[in-house]
């Protein structure tokens, strides 16, 4: 049994920042691919930014230059440093992590339960 646990949504004023994290938990062997993904009302999901087991990174356009992403492969974290936030930020942003079971050798994806970011004045 595998969890993912967010943490650091809010509400946040435009040009501010936040910080998320998300802690996996669970019988796992190795971790191939972290990620973040957000959804927003009337939306469909989207990639936000990925990182690798070795460290490299893929963004949106929409948040190359104001988002970092962040990982501690030791600690089985993930981390979304989220700078410069606009409105169209706002979103239910969702942790995903594609990873392999222990005794198993093919690797499977699993999703977080979301957490909210709404930016507003």
């Known amino acids: 049994q595998v969890q993912l646990v967010e943490s650091g949504g809010g509400l946040v004023q435009p040009g501010g920042s936040l910080r998320l994290s998300c802690a996996a938990s669970?019988?796992?062997?190795?971790?191939?691919?972290m990620a973040w993904y957000r959804q927003a009302p009337g939306k469909e999901r989207e990639l936000v930014a990925g990182i690798t087991s070795g460290g490299i990174t893929n963004y949106a356009d929409s948040v190359k230059g104001r988002f970092a992403i962040s990982s501690d492969n030791a600690k089985k974290m993930v981390y979304l440093q989220m700078n410069s936030l606009k409105p169209e930020d706002t979103a239910v942003y969702y942790c995903?992590?594609?990873?392999?079971?222990?005794?198993?050798?093919?690797?499977?994806?699993?999703w977080g339960q979301g957490t909210q970011v709404t930016v507003s004045s």
């Open positions: 669970g019988s796992i062997r190795r971790i191939n691919y």
């Open positions: 995903n992590v594609d990873l392999i079971i222990s005794g198993s050798s093919y690797s499977t994806d699993h």
